[in-house]
C-alpha cells in the first residue's frame, strides 16, 4: 500500500542520531567560537575584520545548519527527546561547567573588562575586544567596548537560536510568529538602530538607546546623570525622554491590559528574547515547588518597591539638587548597590549564568521589576488568560515541567481551571507540549476571567 | 471516626482520598502496591523518552499527603474480609476499615500466547513496566508489538525515539479500526508508515520463540512470518486488577460489579475506576471504563457517597483524546467505527496535512451527535452543550469556529470545511 501522504517523506529512518551535516554544522560553530576564544587569550589577528566576519558568519552558519537538518529530519511535533538524559540540559557535567563559563564571563564583563581587552585609560583595546573593533568602526567610528562586544554576540545569540526554535516550532505558528518578532526587537530595536543613532550622534553623552528598555528593568533611567545625558542630548534626546516616560507609564499598562505581559517579556524584551532562544533548552529546570513560588513573589515584588523608592530618592536628588537623602549620600547608598546587585549580578550573572542550572527565567521570575510591574496588572486587570479544555487534562504534567516561569500549570488544567498568574509571560511552550490539546492563550473579557468550574461531578 | 480505606493510588483512588479530605475530618488510608506516591501513568511514555522524569509525573508534593492527612501504605493487599471489616497486607499486618473504595485499575492483558511470559515480553501500564523497559532497551535492535491500539502507538514512539525498529501486528484490516471509522484509521496506517514502521495488518501474534535462556528470541505469525525481535510489547487492551478479591464475598464479572452509585454488593464497598464493572451503564458507555477522566469523575461521586451525600455516577456526554505520534485527536459524542442506523456522517480531511473533521448528526432530526477531529484542537464545553442541545448540522458548521481550540495564529479550516460540506450535500440532493 502507497502512502498517501508523500510530502513528509524526507523523515530520517533513525532520526534522532547525529549524522554527518549535523556535525558539520557543530564544528562549524565551533570554529566561529574558537576564534572568539582565540582572541580572548591574547593572539592578536593581522586582520581582524576578516576573522570577525568568520567568527560571527561561522556561529551562525553553523547554528544554521545543524538546526535544520536536525529539525527537518523528524516530523514537525514536540520532539524533547533526551532533555532529561542530556549532561548538558539535565544539570549534568556540562550543564554545571557551562554554568561556570558563563557566569565567568559575566563576572569579568561587569567588573574585569580589562580582561577581555578594553583599553584603559586610552589605550587601544586589545584580545576579543579589539576583535571587534571594525564593527564598531563601522557602526560609530570609534573603537569597540565591553558593552558594544557583549551586544553584538547577545544579537548574533538570538538571532542564531531564534532560527533553530523556529525550526523545532515549525508546526506552531503563534512560536514562528512569536520568534520573529523576537529577532526583529533585538537585532533592529536593541542592536543596529541605537548602534546607528549613535553614529549619527557620536558628540553626545550616552543615554540607553535600546528602544523599548522602559524603567524599571532600566533602573538608570531616572538617574541625575542619564536624565542630564537626554536633556542635553539634543532633539534625540528629547525624545527618548519623552518615549521612556510613554513607554512606562502608559504603553506598558495598556498593552498588558490587552495582551499580558507576554507583549513584552516573550516578545519584545531582551532578556526574554534569550530566554526564549539560548534559554530553551534549560526551560524545565525551572523550579516548581510551591516554595519557590514563595520566594518568588516575596523577592520580586521587593524589587520592585525597592527601585520604586530608590528612584524617587533619585528623583529628590535631582530636583532639589542635593547629592544627599536623609544624610545619606544617593550614590553610595541608593544608586550604586541596586547597580551592582540588581543591575548586574543578579539580572546578569545569575540571570544568565545559571541558565543550566536554575532554569532560563530565574531573572524574570525572581528579580525583574517590570515583570512584577506588569504582573500585578496581568493578575489583577488584564484580558489575557490560559483557558483549560474542560475535563481533558490527563495529569501528564508536560506542560509543569516546561514551564520556564515554575508555574505548575497542571495544578490548574486538571482542575479545568483558567490560568491566571502573575509571573506568566504567555511562551506558549506548555499549550504547544500539551499532548491532549487543553491549553489556550488567550485574550478575553474580564467576566469569568478566573473560573472555578470543574468538568467533573455533577449534583 | 470513620476510617476510609482505598486500595489503588492512581487518578480514581487519590481523587476520591481528596475529595473525602475536602469535606470531613475522615482519617484515610491509601494502600499501593506499586507506587509511593500517586503519579499521572499516562505520562511514563514522556519519562522514557527523557521529556520528563519521574518526579515530574506526581501531581502533588510528597509533603502533600501529611500536611492533608492521608496516610500512604506502600503495599500489597492479599485478602479482603467484608464480614470483619478488615484487609490484610502481604507483610501480615491487618487494617479495619469503615469504608473501603477498590479503586486498582488494570492489567495489561496476555491471551495465553506460547511464550508470552519469556524475558523481554512485557505490556505498558504500570511504574514497573517502565522501569523493566528502561533496564532492557539497550539491547533491542527489534521490537513487535501486538496490538492495534492506543498503547501500543506510544509504546512504539517510545522505541523510535530510541532508535530501535519497530513492527505492529494488527489484528483487524486497519489500525484502531474498533473504534476509528476507515478514513481516519488509514490516515493512522499512514502516518505509522511515515515513521517507518513495519505495520502488518491482518496479522496475528502466534507464538513467542525462546532463545533457550529464557529470552525472547523472534516470534512467528499467523501469515506463518518469524520476526527475529529481542522485545515484544502486549499493548491488547487492559482488564481490571482484581485477583486479589476472588475469595472474598465482593460480587464480580470482568470488574467489580458497582451500580450507579458505585456501591458493591457489600455494604460499605465501593469501587471506581479501571476496575469498577457498571451494572447499568449509561449514555452508550461501555461497562468497564478504562479512561482516566472517567476514574477522576468516579473518585469525586463516591467522596459525595461517603461524605453523606449518596451520589449518582453521571459521566455526562462521552468525550476523549489521544495522540498517534505528533498528531492530536479529540472526541465528542459518539462516533462509532460504522455509523448507525440514524446516523449520518459528514467528513473533510485536509488534503497534505493529518487534520480531519467527521461530524455524526440524526439523519431524521439533523442534530449533532459526535465529532472526531485530528490535527485541530475543539473546544470541550461548546461541542458538549452543542450535543446536549441537539443542535443542527448547519448550526455546527456555521460556528465551528467558535468551538475552535487551537493556539492563536493558527491556520483556520472552517471556510474550508464549510465549502467542503455545502457542495457535500449538493451532491447528495442531486443523488
Known sequence: MKPIYNSLSVVDIQPYKTGFIQKLGLTLSGVGILILFIALFGVSFQNNTLFLAISLGSIFAGTVIYATKTYLSMPAGIKNHGMWYNSLTSKGMLGWLTGVILTGFY???????????????GAPNTHLIALFNPLSNFFTGKPASQWFVYGSLYTLIIVSLGVKFILKYRHNRYQIIRTLVVIVAQLFLAYLIPNILEG?????????????????????????WHLNNMVHGGSLGMVYLVWGIIGFLIVTPVLTYYFGKRWYCSWVCGCGGLAETAGDPFRHLSDKSVKAWKIERYLIHSILLLITLITFVVLYGYFSGSSTFLGLDIYTYFTHPYGFLIGAAFSGVVGVGFYPILGSRVWCRFGCPMAAYMGIIQRFKSRFRITTNGGQCISCGNCSTYCEMGIDVRAYAQKGQNIVRASCVGCGICSAVCPRGVLKLENGKLDGRINNKTFTYKK | MKHIV?????ISGITAARHIRKMSNYRITVISEESEYFFSRTALMYVFMGHMKFEHTQP?????WEKNKIDLIHNTVKHVDTKQKMLTLKTGISIWYDDLIIATGSKSNKFGWPGQDLDGVQGLYHKQDLEKLTQNYKSIKRAVLVGGGLIGIELAEMLLSKNIAVTILVREKSFWNGVLPDEESAMINDLIRLHHIDLQLNTELVEVIDDGEGKVKSITTSKKEQIDCQFVGLTVGVSPNIEFLKDSDIEMERGVLVNEFLETNVPNVYSIGDCAQHRTPTGGRKPVEQVWYTGRIMGETV?????NNRSQYQPGIWFNSAKFFDVEYQTYGWVWAKPKENEATFFWKSKNEYKSLRLIYDKIGNHILGVNVFGIRLRHEVFDQWIQEKKSIEYVIDNLKTANFDPEFFKHYEAEITQNFQSHFKTLEIA
Not at chain 1, 107 to 120: A, H
Not at chain 1, 203 to 218: G, Q, V
Not at chain 2, 6 to 10: F, L, Q, S
Open chain 2, 60 to 64: 502533588y508534593e510528597n509533603s502533600f
Open chain 1, 200 to 224: 549619527m550622534n557620536t558628540e553626545r553623552p550616552y543615554f540607553a538607546m535600546d528602544i523599548k528598555y522602559f524603567w524599571p528593568l532600566n533602573y538608570y533611567f531616572f538617574n541625575d
Open chain 1, 107 to 121: 563576572i569579568v564583563l561587569y567588573w574585569y573588562p580589562e580582561l577581555l581587552g578594553l583599553g584603559l585609560n
Open chain 2, 6 to 10: 482505598i486500595i489503588g493510588n492512581g
Open chain 2, 303 to 307: 467522596a459525595q457517597t461517603i461524605c
